[in-house]
């Protein structure tokens, strides 16, 4: 057996970067998306694997590419190994896609007040800039599903964008085109959910700009636990943290430990923290995937 370096040099697959979660090839004129197993938290790679992981994300990003196909276009090209290369490695956790320039803008859809949006609210009453009625409760639904956009940052916590950062860094037509894709896709696929007894709380998306074309393509992953807040319906109660199908149960975890700050490296994680993370996941694509 060739050496993994050897094999990919011979099919003529570059590696082209790593992230927290996939890794990013060239193939001629495509690019790959090969999820890991890997998984991360608070912006660290914890440097135990959740089996299957990659495996899980990539079925539930195709699932949904398809779903949302004619609600948007997308990068995908094909799940499928060329015939010819030996890359088992590869084999369900890649993504063949266009070649596209991803905005450095993440776009974030938010229905329900969790997370950075709660922070925000509980500080200043807004939640990505915008003005919210006082007397919300952690958890509740907003009056309406809101776009607050945050600025890409590989090396650290992404930055909230307010509406007026937004629209400066991408200009008014581009951002109000990326605004209303993504609460449309966000309101179809929370209808979705809700009727397999799942809450999408919130989402968050990213589009590129096709090379070839200059299209503007859905791309990365979408609606996945690595990208989503899922919480059961039938268990919702507002007012505070909600049980849920997404990592935050990795990070409810990391919060008990008084030896870790938070910075690399991350801990070792306990099997049965590994376990029941991996199970989240499962549930999630086995209620979503039907």
């Given at each position: 057996?060739?050496?993994?370096?050897?094999?990919?040099?011979?099919?003529?697959?570059?590696?082209?970067?790593?992230?927290?979660?996939?890794?990013?090839?060239?193939?001629?004129?495509?690019?790959?998306?090969?999820?890991?197993?890997?998984?991360?938290?608070?912006?660290?790679?914890?440097?135990?694997?959740?089996?299957?992981?990659?495996?899980?994300?990539?079925?539930?990003?195709?699932?949904?590419?398809?779903?949302?196909a004619s609600l948007?276009?997308?990068?995908?090209?094909?799940?499928?190994?060329?015939?010819?290369?030996?890359?088992?490695?590869?084999?369900?956790?890649?993504?063949?896609?266009?070649?596209?320039?991803?905005?450095?803008?993440?776009?974030?859809?938010?229905?329900?007040?969790?997370?950075?949006?709660?922070?925000?609210?509980?500080?200043?009453?807004?939640?990505?800039?915008?003005?919210?009625?006082?007397?919300?409760?952690?958890?509740?639904?907003?009056?309406?599903?809101?776009?607050?956009?945050?600025?890409?940052?590989?090396?650290?916590?992404?930055?909230?964008?307010?509406?007026?950062?937004?629209?400066?860094?991408?200009?008014?037509?581009?951002?109000?085109?990326?605004?209303?894709?993504?609460?449309?896709?966000?309101?179809?696929?929370?209808?979705?959910?809700?009727?397999?007894?799942?809450?999408?709380?919130?989402?968050?998306?990213?589009?590129?700009r096709e090379t070839?074309?200059?299209?503007?393509?859905?791309?990365?992953?979408?609606?996945?636990?690595?990208?989503?807040?899922?919480?059961?319906?039938?268990?919702?109660?507002?007012?505070?943290?909600?049980?849920?199908?997404?990592?935050?149960?990795?990070?409810?975890?990391?919060?008990?430990?008084?030896?870790?700050?938070?910075?690399?490296?991350?801990?070792?994680?306990?099997?049965?923290?590994?376990?029941?993370?991996?199970?989240?996941?499962?549930?999630?694509?086995?209620?979503?995937?039907?």
């Amino acid at each position: 057996m060739h050496s993994w370096e050897a094999r990919l040099d011979q099919a003529g697959v570059k590696l082209l970067r790593s992230g927290k979660v996939r890794d990013i090839y060239s193939w001629q004129d495509e690019i790959w998306l090969v999820a890991s197993d890997r998984i991360s938290a608070y912006d660290v790679i914890m440097p135990t694997p959740i089996a299957d992981k990659g495996k899980i994300l990539t079925a539930l990003s195709r699932h949904w590419f398809e779903l949302t196909a004619s609600l948007c276009p997308n990068h995908v090209l094909g799940y499928e190994l060329p015939a010819r290369l030996d890359l088992p490695e590869f084999e369900g956790r890649l993504t063949r896609a266009r070649r596209c320039e991803i905005f450095q803008v993440e776009c974030v859809a938010r229905g329900y007040l969790a997370g950075s949006g709660w922070e925000e609210y509980r500080q200043q009453g807004t939640v990505g800039g915008h003005a919210l009625p006082t007397g919300l409760r952690e958890s509740d639904r907003l009056p309406e599903p809101l776009f607050t956009p945050a600025r890409k940052n590989d090396h650290g916590h992404d930055e909230n964008l307010t509406p007026i950062e937004a629209r400066a860094a991408l200009g008014e037509a581009r951002y109000e085109e990326l605004r209303d894709l993504t609460l449309r896709l966000y309101a179809w696929a929370a209808a979705y959910a809700a009727e397999r007894g799942i809450i999408l709380a919130d989402t968050k998306l990213e589009f590129g700009r096709e090379t070839a074309t200059g299209r503007v393509l859905l791309a990365d992953e979408i609606f996945t636990p690595d990208s989503s807040r899922f919480w059961p319906a039938d268990s919702y109660l507002p007012g505070g943290p909600q049980p849920s199908f997404d990592k935050q149960y990795l990070r409810d975890y990391l919060k008990t430990l008084t030896t870790w700050n938070k910075t690399a490296p991350g801990p070792e994680l306990p099997p049965e923290v590994v376990r029941n993370t991996r199970t989240k996941y499962l549930d999630a694509l086995e209620r979503l995937h039907r």
